[in-house]
């Protein structure tokens, strides 16, 4: 079974600092990771996936994720915040094989941006 | 840039009614999904759909759901006999056969009374 845990609900930053969102996944199998954002009354916006190859991915915006197997973590990274990244952040993990690859996603993380 | 809709984006319903959720995903992408989050939870997996039939769902996906893609473009989740608890934003999505990311649209928010 797949399951993502996202430590930290609501994270605030000051505007320019560092950015740590953090998530741990559960796979029974390799697993393929995602971070999605979601601004005010909108949708969910792919900002970066792994899976296989390179374990530190770059995605939209100056955001990263490293993949850690030995952790089980996929954290997301921006060395610098910018007031447009307040948002929510979800990560979520898919069964990394052929198939339908259903998204399970965490319960998300709040970033707020203090200028 | 290509983009998944969904109408209507708000349907406020009485308890027992039905009602269909309508998403209109990326033309040429083959995988068909349905999640929902209720106010203050996770996004949750409702449904996948390939090849014209469902190719997996959650135990949330009762006998009270169905999905149906009526002409090759829409792609419909119904609701036979709404319950309070039904009540949450549901999200389509959709993906291609390469890439495994999956495409959401914006969401409709689903309020049962």
């Known amino acids: 079974a797949q399951s993502v845990t996202q430590l930290g609900s609501h994270v605030s930053v000051s505007e320019g600092a560092l950015v740590l969102l953090r998530c741990n996944y559960s796979s029974s199998v390799p697993p393929y990771l995602f971070w999605y954002v979601q601004y005010p009354n909108q949708g969910l916006q792919l900002l970066l996936k792994y899976t296989t190859g390179a374990t530190l991915v770059k995605g939209i915006n100056g955001f990263e994720a490293e993949f850690k197997k030995s952790e089980t973590s996929f954290h997301l990274t921006k060395p610098s915040a910018h007031m447009s990244d307040a948002a929510e952040y979800f990560c979520a993990v898919a069964r990394g094989q052929t198939g339908a690859n259903n998204l399970f996603f965490g319960t998300g993380t709040r970033l707020t941006v203090i200028p | 840039e290509p983009e998944v809709t969904q109408t209507p984006s708000h349907q406020v319903t009485q308890m027992g009614q039905e009602v269909i959720l309508r998403c209109v995903p990326i033309?040429?992408?083959?995988?068909f999904y349905w999640y929902r989050q209720i106010l203050g939870q996770k996004v949750e997996f409702l449904v996948s759909?390939?090849?014209?039939?469902?190719?997996?769902k959650s135990e949330i996906f009762d006998d009270q759901f169905s999905v149906e893609r009526p002409d090759g473009s829409n792609f419909t989740l119904k609701i036979r006999s709404t319950k309070l608890e039904d009540s949450a934003m549901y999200f389509c999505?959709?993906?291609?056969?390469?890439?495994?990311?999956?495409?959401f649209g914006p969401g409709t928010r689903l309020t049962v009374t």
């Open positions: 759909f390939y090849n014209n039939e469902i190719s997996e």
């Open positions: 999505a959709s993906r291609g056969q390469g890439p495994y990311e999956q495409y």
């Open positions: 033309s040429n992408h083959l995988y």
